[in-house]
């Protein structure tokens, strides 16, 4: 399997800035959410890198048809700053059917595959995938209305998250999802695990569809905030990528 660093990537002319890239990058599938296009493709760096470095790529979609090139990492001699996984996001406009993808590596490496959608789920096949960690291949898409979170704490707060999740069911319903990876949380069965974003020693993850309004929703999440807010934290995102 080809490396970046070995596939002839082209190289910048200006001499404060080396392009290369050592190590395969992983790609996968992700819903942007509140974006014009309903998809990415998020390339990532493996290892970490200095935070002022860059994953260089241009794209370009016409019809049926996706093209990326990856031309290298852009990388200052001296790295000041510490380092960090670096990414980089293609946008793609899908609609259902099926979409020739081409990921060029510089000039040397080109990958086939096809992405198709039946609207419900993305799907990425590729015939080849040299220099690419392939990790989410499948999506599904965030239907409207579905609202998701957790209550997390440093203490057994089982109690309130139950008063907070019947609190809920004033302005939504469970969440009737099938079981898949949907970018922003994972339906297991009937559980749902969300993307770590905070470390706590309780979690208490929701999924929800919501049949009420948007402000009645808040206004819950705020009353839950003022009484317990020494105790708790509560997350929630909405379907179109509003924090609340």
């Known amino acids: 399997m080809c490396c970046l660093s070995a596939c002839g990537l082209v190289s910048t002319t200006d001499p ?14 992700w819903n942007p959410l509140d974006q014009s296009h309903p998809l990415e493709l998020r390339l990532q760096t493996l290892e970490p890198k ?6 260089l790529t241009t794209h370009q979609q016409t019809g049926s048809s996706l093209q990326v090139t990856i031309e290298g990492l852009a990388e200052q001699p001296e ?3 510490g380092s960090a996984f670096l990414q980089s996001a293609v946008p793609a406009h899908v609609s259902p059917g099926a979409f020739a993808v ?3 590596l510089g000039t040397s490496v080109s990958n086939r ?19 690419l960690l392939i990790g989410h291949d499948e999506l599904y898409d965030i239907p409207p209305g579905t609202i998701w979170g ?3 704490s440093d203490q057994n ?17 469970p969440a009737d999802l099938p079981s898949g990876y949907y970018g922003h949380f994972r339906v297991l069965d009937a559980d749902v695990q969300l993307t770590p974003s905070v470390v706590a020693t309780y979690n208490y993850p929701f999924i929800c569809t919501l049949n009420g309004q948007l402000s009645a929703l808040q206004e ?14 509560i997350e929630c995102t909405t379907w179109h990528g509003k924090s609340l």
């Open 16 to 29: 404060a800035v080396v392009t290369s890239i050592d190590e395969e990058l992983r790609l996968d599938l």
């Open 79 to 81: 790295c000041q700053g």
């Open 150 to 152: 957790r209550i997390t």
């Open 102 to 104: 081409t990921i060029q």
């Open 157 to 173: 707060v089982a109690e309130i998250n139950e008063i907070f999740l019947d609190e809920l069911t004033s302005v939504s319903d």
């Open 113 to 131: 595959g096809i992405l198709t959608f039946d609207g419900q789920v993305y799907r990425l096949s590729m015939d080849t995938s040299d220099g």
């Open 50 to 55: 200095c935070v002022t470095s860059q994953i």
């Open 220 to 233: 819950i999440i705020d009353d839950f905030r003022t009484a317990h807010g020494n105790t708790i934290s």
